[in-house]
């Protein structure tokens, strides 16, 4: 049989960092100390003004490659999850593809906004399974929210920030990537988002002076206890399909919104908090990157070894979940 592994990981942390200090100051009020209390993000990472999303996922993609032992034309397969793309169209998976050099690699992007990476992992892992001409997929995650934040809103540009996250994939002989679970409300698609700039509100002149340019915003509330209801049903139904319990889990990696919903989660599932990792509090929210980008950390601190059981639990816009158990083999 034919598995789907993790090779290697990688992460691209943008050089320019935010401060909640620095939000204060242009702000003109306190946000810091509700910050850190209430989400756990004490500072943020924004791209320079030169970069663009495809240039973070590269520089992520580079690091996972080089770890692995791999090159560029290695691969064939990239999967780009982004909902901050460079262009509405083409895919960003193709500008990564030919910044890269992987001219063997077929390219799509993936968008179920932060749920993105957890799904591309998915449908990364079932190509590599069912189909014995992939040999090595590349799933990136990559997340520049900050160019679409209106820094005088301080709902978003307190909490949104830039990077990106990779993993190498490979096939082999032993279990890695063990299953997954998606799941969606959709009836909260018009909660959070970006509204201008599709077909249901194009970026006309009028669009723009009627509604603002493409901006992210939170238009109604969310249910505030959403993710720690429907994180621990997604990752027990996942175990149950494997015959696993919670207590099986080496480590736990949710998406990086606020930390005081992780720690929730994990006490509603009886996991010691140790068996998590965090990084919101140095990088902020990335979105769609946050997943990989603190699983590399976890990883470069020694946390996750080989051998170790892995659950990833992920939500993002339009209320798309996405869940996904492996078993670490880089």
Known sequence: ??????????????????T?????????????????????????????????????????????LGRAGLKAKDLDLIIVATDTPDYLTPGTASVV???LGADSAGTFDVNCACAGWVTALDVASKYLIADSSYRHVLVVGVYGMTRFVDWDDKKTCTLFADGAGAVVLGAGDTPGFMGARLLANGGYYDALGIYTGGTARPATPEAVQAHGKPTVQFLRRLPASFNTEHWPVLLKTLLERARLTLDDVDHFVFTQLNLRTIEATMAAMGQPLEKTHWTMDKWGYTGSACIPMTLDDAVAQGKVRRGDLVALCASGGGLAMASALVRWTA
Do not use: C
């Open 20 to 64: 909640n200090a620095e939000l204060e100051a242009r702000l003109g009020e306190p946000v810091h100390d509700w910050l850190v209390q209430n989400v756990g993000i004490e500072r943020r990472h924004v791209m320079a003004d030169g970069e663009v999303g495809s240039d973070m996922a590269v520089a992520a993609a580079r690091e996972a």
């Open 1 to 18: 049989m034919r598995f789907a592994q993790v090779l290697a990981t990688g992460r691209y942390v943008p050089a320019k960092m935010v």
């Open 97 to 99: 593809q030919h910044k």
